[in-house]
C-alpha cells in the first residue's frame, strides 16, 4: 500500500493575497489581476480571518460604479464575512465531499488558527487523481 498523505495541507495552495478590511477595491483590483489571484482573504491587525473577497466581489464593485468616475469602496464593504474554512489535517475526501454539498469553489486553510492556504476545487481533483494513482482506493 502506498504512504501517500491524505492531508489538505499536501495538495493546498500558498498563493493567495492577504487584504485588509480598510484597503481600496481598485487596489485588490490590481493584485488580483496583476499576480492572476482569484480572491484573498481579509484579516485583522491581530492575523485572524474576518472575511474573503473574490474576484466576482470586485466584478460587481465595478459594475455597481456605473457611470460615476471610477471604483468605490473598501474590502470590507465588499467582502464576504460568512466564511467556511478547513484545517490543514483534515483529510481531502472530506473536503471533496464539502465541495460537493455546497456551492463554494474554495476554502481558506487554517492551521494554528491562522491561514496558512487555500484549497480549491481544482487542488482536490488533482489529489483524487494523485491518490487514485497511488493505488489508494477512494
Not at 62 to 70: D, F
Not at 86 to 111: E, G, S, T
Not at 120 to 137: H, M, P, Q
Request: glycine fraction near 8%; charged fraction near 25%; hydrophobic fraction near 40%.
Amino acid at each position: 500500500m502506498s504512504n501517500i498523505s491524505l492531508a489538505v495541507r499536501h495538495y493546498m495552495s500558498n498563493r493567495l493575497a492577504t487584504l485588509r478590511e480598510n484597503q481600496d477595491i481598485t487596489e485588490v483590483v490590481t493584485i488580483f489581476t496583476e499576480r492572476n489571484l482569484f480572491g484573498g482573504v481579509v484579516v485583522d491587525n491581530l492575523g485572524n480571518l474576518i472575511g474573503i473577497l473574490s474576484v466576482t466581489d470586485c466584478i460587481d464593485a465595478a459594475l455597481r460604479a456605473g457611470y460615476h468616475s471610477g471604483w468605490r469602496g473598501t474590502v470590507g464593504e465588499r467582502m464576504s464575512r460568512d466564511i467556511r474554512t478547513v484545517d490543514a489535517q483534515d483529510n481531502i475526501l472530506d473536503v471533496a465531499k464539502m465541495f460537493m454539498d455546497d456551492h463554494y469553489r474554495r476554502y481558506p486553510v487554517i492551521d494554528d488558527n491562522r491561514v496558512v492556504g487555500v484549497i480549491t476545487r481544482l487542488d482536490v481533483l488533482k489529489a483524487l487523481r494523485k491518490i487514485r494513482e497511488s493505488g489508494v482506493a477512494v
